[in-house]
């Protein structure tokens, strides 16, 4: 971010940090619903995959939280209104920027 800015552009940069999780979740969905829930029929490759992708959906989606706690509008509109509007503008068609 910008030191801290209230900006535009930071605003944006947490708007692509969640779409950024959004995606990291939606491929996690996608393995999902290829392999079924989890049995003990799963090979080593299906569960590797499965948990490489948790991995990399838990480190998207905690960067973006991160973000969110560092940013000064946490403060000023509270964490859970400024989590909510970025998570509502990440869900939007139009691209941030």
Known sequence: ?????NT???LDEL???QRA???EYEKLRA???EYGRPT???TEEQRAACQ???KAWTAAATEAY??????PAAATMGRYELEMAVKKAARDLTPAG
């Open 31 to 33: 393995l999902q619903d």
């Open 1 to 5: 971010m910008h030191d801290g800015e």
């Open 8 to 10: 535009p552009d930071a």
């Open 66 to 71: 991160a973000a969110r706690e560092r940013h």
């Open 40 to 42: 003990l029929t799963w």
């Open 15 to 17: 708007i692509i940090l």
């Open 21 to 23: 999780s959004n995606a």
């Open 52 to 54: 490489a992708q948790l």
